[in-house]
T-cell receptor, first 113, second 111 residues
Framework: ETGVTQTPRHLVMGMTNKKSLKCEQH?????MYWYKQSAKKPLELMFV???????ENNSVPSRFSPECPNSSHLFLHLHTLQPEDSALYLC????????????FGPGTRLTVT | DAKTTQPTSMDCAEGRAANLPCNHSTISGNEYVYWYRQIHSQGPQYIIH???NNETNEMASLIITEDRKSSTLILPHATLRDTAVYYCIVRVADRDDKIIFGKGTRLHILP
């Protein structure tokens, strides 16, 4: 148990759907992250939040929209996705941005049909 | 781009020490070496990190060469549960420097 939970664990959506991924941590961490892991590709950092403020958008298409209402919750809103967006989406948190240890959730396996 | 080079895959017998190498020949003086692993269907898990001294914790040991251009992660008594992809990462402990994952080494522990 890493202390970072993600829901849903699996999601299948059509290209015209709108869905949201949820991440929650009660570790008292102030930084939260979204990563994307596609098949046969390294983990890619998507977004970084520090004290609820977005500090990094790694050239992510606008069909991915993050939201961080408080330091414990992070959402990734999805709309009009493409099949190539199918991937494992991982959330992570750390006490501070500079910390060496990030705690990862189990991920949401997304399939876009 | 990842600043490290690792073998694509390795095998190790259960109960033996698993030694995972990593090359980081362009490492800067203020960059740390981090190791994470990712067990199938799980998120990555932090293992250990170091700057220039060797480090040991309950999971593993990290040996960094004197010139800091390479390092080795040692799992002293590998078990089947250690089968995973192991990532070696170099990073400055600075708020603007991100953790960049490469392709890692797929370690198979053989019974």
């Amino acid at each position: 148990e890493t202390g970072v939970t993600q829901t849903p664990r699996h999601l299948v959506m059509g290209m015209t759907n709108k869905k949201s991924l949820k991440c929650e941590q009660h570790l008292g961490h102030n930084a939260m992250y979204w990563y994307k892991q596609s098949a046969k590709k390294p983990l890619e950092l998507m977004f970084v939040y520090n004290f609820k403020e977005q500090t990094e958008n790694n050239s992510v298409p606008s069909r991915f929209s993050p939201e961080c209402p408080n330091s414990s919750h992070l959402f990734l809103h999805l709309h009009t996705l493409q099949p190539e967006d199918s991937a494992l989406y991982l959330c992570a948190s750390s006490k501070r941005l500079i910390d060496y240890e990030q705690y990862f959730g189990p991920g949401t396996r997304l399939t876009v049909t | 781009d990842a600043k490290t080079t690792q073998p694509t895959s390795m095998d190790c017998a259960e109960g033996r020490a698993a030694n995972l190498p990593c090359n980081h020949s362009t490492i800067s003086g203020n960059e740390y070496v981090y190791w994470y692993r990712q067990i199938h269907s799980q998120g990555p898990q932090y293992i250990i990190h170091g700057l220039k001294n060797n480090e040991t914790n309950e999971m593993a040991s990290l040996i960094i060469t004197e010139d800091r251009k390479s390092s080795t992660l040692i799992l002293p008594h590998a078990t089947l549960r250690d089968t995973a992809v192991y990532y070696c990462i170099v990073r400055v402990a600075d708020r603007d420097d991100k953790i960049i994952f490469g392709k890692g080494t797929r370690l198979h522990i053989l019974p």
